[in-house]
């Protein structure tokens, strides 16, 4: 008997063809699955159910007519900051709790098209910023694979239920690491796509220049079947573009550049044990590997934490307590400042109030120069970085994280730890690069994961590199 939670979106997709099941059954045994694993990993904010059968309904339909599409049946999960309309949307965070999408995101109407079914929607650092999940408004995921340790975050609640089976794949989207990370401690693939390569509309938005959204799922196959689902030139979205590059692949001609910087201090070393064994696989297999400088990877952590929250400021402005949701009674306040202050005071958790003062303050007329320009200017360099690497070298290796997924609560008085947690990760978005997380070990159980970038809009090499690993390397 197949255990239907197991299936990747290949394999679903050729058994629903063939009728071994019905979509309505596979959707049902996920949501037994949900039912019965939820409660201790909590990985969903909210299910969809009644959509979701409604969608299998029709689902089986079409395959009984013989017309399929790619992802006809399949049922996953969407991150809750990505809008299905009609459906509520908080993206972790209180000030949204009441609120429903009014539209749909391109993603998910490309998703909807292409005939997937959405079980629910999982829970994240609130408003994404966050590494670890814990930051959510509402309660912490737990890691499927030691339940007292975090599942990274932010989109933790959609590598969670990948891992633990509770759907076949899972949107997410990532400012600094947000599919990456949790994709490497949960034990998943994860794909940051090319900033540009997919439309961000119907997007909650955190840093609109670093925000992508991308898939997380059992392998890189299932990722590049869901990358070609929902990239493409969307024209909601202006800075989405078509220039897709691909380029014939052979293991031999691979050079894999290996930044001397991802593998100094501050990386745990069963990390950097598991990453080199892969890294190993691949110079075995024929590949050329490379010793390369990333020369200020030192200050893409201060860059992003200065452009980001500067970014996240203007975007959160909008969070006014008129607009989405009251968190308080305007008899309460004497006039409307008052009554914006008491409602964002009474909205915001502490990080995203953290960040929206940081940005605010980079952004102010006295700062705007040292901080804000400085940064901008950092982040061109930091482009140039790559830029040069490229020119020795076809893909970049690394770890994804330099640390094991952590203990519940262990970094949470620890602002500092916490964002190291995004050291490797947080430059790909800088440079606006694709960025995929693949498992490739584990210590003591716990997942780590090989991080593969690529030049811009070059994901699929990305995927020839990363399906040559998954069929050819033994973990
Ligand atoms: N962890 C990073 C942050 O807190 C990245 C988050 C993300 O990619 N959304 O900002």
Same mark, same amino acid.
């Given at each position: 008997?197949?255990?239907?939670?197991?299936?990747?979106?290949?394999?679903?997709?050729?058994?629903?063809?063939?009728?071994? &099941?019905?979509?309505?059954?596979?959707?049902?045994? %996920?949501?037994? *699955?949900?039912?019965?694993?939820?409660?201790?990993?909590?990985?969903?904010?909210?299910?969809?159910?009644?959509?979701?059968?409604?969608?299998?309904?029709?689902?089986?339909?079409?395959?009984?007519?013989?017309?399929?599409?790619?992802?006809?049946?399949?049922?996953?999960? $969407?991150?809750?900051?990505?809008?299905? *309309?009609?459906?509520?949307?908080?993206?972790?965070?209180?000030?949204?709790?009441?609120?429903?999408?009014?539209?749909?995101?391109?993603? $998910?109407?490309?998703?909807?098209?292409?005939?997937?079914?959405?079980?629910?929607?999982?829970?994240?650092?609130?408003?994404?910023?966050?590494?670890?999940?814990? /930051?959510?408004?509402?309660?912490?995921?737990?890691?499927?694979?030691?339940?007292?340790?975090?599942?990274?975050?932010?989109?933790?609640?959609?590598?969670?239920?990948?891992?633990?089976?509770?759907?076949?794949?899972?949107?997410?989207?990532?400012?600094?690491?947000? =599919?990456?990370?949790?994709?490497?401690?949960?034990?998943?693939?994860?794909?940051?796509?090319?900033?540009?390569?997919?439309?961000?509309?119907?997007?909650?938005? &955190?840093?609109?220049?670093?925000?992508?959204?991308?898939?997380?799922? *059992?392998?890189?196959?299932?990722?590049?079947?869901? &990358?070609?689902?929902?990239?493409?030139?969307?024209?909601?979205?202006?800075?989405?573009?078509?220039?897709?590059?691909?380029?014939?692949?052979?293991?031999?001609?691979?050079?894999?550049?290996?930044?001397?910087?991802? %593998?100094?201090?501050?990386?745990?070393?069963?990390?950097?044990?598991?990453?080199?064994?892969?890294?190993?696989?691949?110079?075995?297999?024929?590949?050329?590997?490379?010793?390369?400088?990333?020369?200020?990877?030192?200050?893409?952590?201060?860059?992003?934490? !200065?452009?980001?929250?500067?970014?996240?400021?203007?975007?959160?402005?909008?969070?006014?307590?008129?607009?989405?949701?009251?968190?308080?009674?305007?008899?309460?306040?004497?006039?409307? =400042?008052?009554?914006?202050?008491?409602?964002?005071?009474?909205?915001?958790?502490?990080?995203?109030?953290?960040? $929206?003062? +940081?940005?605010?303050?980079?952004?102010?007329?006295?700062?705007?120069?040292?901080?804000?320009?400085?940064?901008?200017?950092?982040?061109? +360099?930091?482009?140039?970085?790559?830029? *040069?690497?490229?020119?020795?070298?076809?893909?970049?290796?690394?770890?994804?994280?330099?640390?094991?997924? %952590? /203990? !519940?609560?262990?970094?949470?008085?620890?602002?500092?730890?916490?964002?190291?947690?995004?050291?490797?990760?947080?430059?790909?978005?800088?440079?606006? +690069?694709?960025?995929?997380?693949?498992?490739?070990?584990?210590?003591?159980?716990?997942?780590?994961?090989?991080?593969?970038?690529?030049?811009?809009?070059?994901?699929?090499?990305?995927?020839?590199?990363?399906?040559?690993?998954?069929?050819?390397? /033994?973990?």
């Amino acid at each position: 008997m197949i255990d239907l939670n197991k299936l990747t979106v290949k394999k679903a997709r050729k058994a629903l063809d063939r009728q071994d &099941f019905s979509a309505k059954e596979l959707a049902e045994s %996920f949501f037994k *699955k949900i039912k019965n694993e939820d409660p201790k990993i909590r990985a969903y904010l909210s299910l969809t159910e009644e959509l979701a059968m409604k969608q299998a309904a029709g689902a089986d339909k079409m395959i009984a007519s013989g017309k399929t599409k790619l992802l006809t049946g399949i049922p996953c999960a $969407i991150k809750d900051n990505l809008m299905i *309309k009609g459906e509520r949307c908080t993206a972790g965070s209180k000030f949204l709790e009441k609120y429903t999408a009014p539209y749909e995101a391109t993603v $998910i109407e490309k998703l909807r098209n292409e005939g997937a079914i959405f079980l629910g929607k999982t829970n994240m650092d609130e408003f994404a910023m966050g590494s670890s999940c814990e /930051k959510s408004a509402y309660f912490p995921t737990k890691n499927p694979q030691d339940l007292d340790r975090v599942p990274g975050g932010s989109s933790g609640g959609s590598a969670a239920a990948v891992a633990a089976d509770m759907c076949v794949f899972a949107l997410g989207s990532d400012t600094g690491g947000s =599919i990456r990370q949790p994709a490497s401690f949960c034990g998943v693939a994860g794909l940051k796509p090319t900033y540009g390569a997919v439309s961000r509309y119907g997007l909650i938005a &955190f840093a609109s220049s670093l925000d992508q959204i991308g898939p997380l799922a *059992k392998n890189s196959e299932d990722c590049r079947i869901i &990358f070609d689902a929902i990239k493409g030139r969307d024209k909601m979205d202006s800075t989405t573009v078509d220039t897709f590059v691909n380029k014939d692949f052979d293991i031999k001609k691979l050079r894999i550049g290996l930044p001397k910087e991802y %593998f100094g201090k501050g990386l745990d070393p069963n990390v950097e044990k598991s990453v080199r064994e892969a890294i190993k696989f691949f110079e075995k297999s024929g590949a050329e590997i490379k010793e390369i400088s990333l020369p200020r990877t030192d200050y893409a952590l201060p860059c992003y934490y !200065i452009i980001a929250p500067s970014e996240a400021s203007a975007n959160l402005a909008r969070f006014d307590g008129i607009r989405y949701n009251e968190m308080v009674k305007p008899e309460l306040a004497d006039n409307v =400042i008052a009554f914006y202050l008491q409602n964002r005071q009474a909205g915001f958790g502490a990080e995203v109030k953290k960040r $929206i003062m +940081l940005g605010t303050y980079t952004l102010s007329a006295g700062y705007y120069d040292a901080y804000y320009k400085k940064a901008l200017k950092v982040r061109t +360099l930091i482009k140039n970085d790559f830029e *040069k690497a490229f020119q020795e070298a076809d893909v970049i290796m690394g770890p994804t994280s330099p640390c094991l997924p %952590f /203990k !519940i609560g262990e970094k949470m008085d620890n602002p500092l730890e916490m964002y190291l947690a995004d050291v490797y990760t947080v430059s790909v978005n800088l440079a606006g +690069l694709p960025g995929i997380s693949l498992s490739c070990g584990a210590h003591q159980n716990l997942p780590i994961g090989l991080q593969i970038i690529a030049p811009q809009f070059e994901e699929s090499t990305l995927f020839n590199v990363s399906d040559y690993f998954e069929k050819n390397y /033994k973990i």
